[in-house]
Nanobody, 122 residues
Framework: VQLQASGGGSVQPGGSLRLSCTVT????????VKWFRQAPGESRELVAA???????MYVDAVRGRFTTAIDNANYTVRLQMNSLRPEDTAVYYC?????????????????WGQGTLVTVSS
């Protein structure tokens, strides 16, 4: 199981970015995703999460601006980030839990994406 993150970059305040993490391998299903971010000099913090039943969680700082989604047709998770602010500048990480096939049995996995930098600046 491998994760490939994409979608980071630089944007002006008020702009939008969409982050993606794609899982490759003999993936059976993604069950949950958590999105974390780590700003310079700060500890890593959880900002959003989603389970396979579509339940979601957002911290107050991003609620109403960020939306997370699980796409099991493409084994990809996405974080749509709108109305970005300078304080959203950070390295963003996905953490994905799910199942993969191993010789006709299902095994669980829990893996981190490699992190992608988001910079919000005028």
């Amino acid at each position: 199981v491998q994760l490939q993150a994409s979608g980071g970059g630089s944007v002006q305040p008020g702009g939008s970015l969409r982050l993606s993490c794609t899982v490759t391998g003999r993936i059976f299903r993604i069950d949950a995703v958590k999105w974390f971010r780590q700003a310079p000099g700060e500890s890593r913090e959880l900002v959003a999460a989603e389970n396979r039943d579509d339940s979601t969680m957002y911290v107050d700082a991003v609620r109403g601006r960020f939306t997370t989604a699980i796409d099991n047709a493409n084994y990809t998770v996405r974080l749509q980030m709108n109305s970005l602010r300078p304080e959203d500048t950070a390295v963003y990480y996905c953490f994905i839990e799910g199942y993969y096939s191993d010789h006709s049995t299902l095994k669980g996995f829990a893996s981190w994406g490699q992190g992608t930098l988001v910079t919000v600046s005028s």
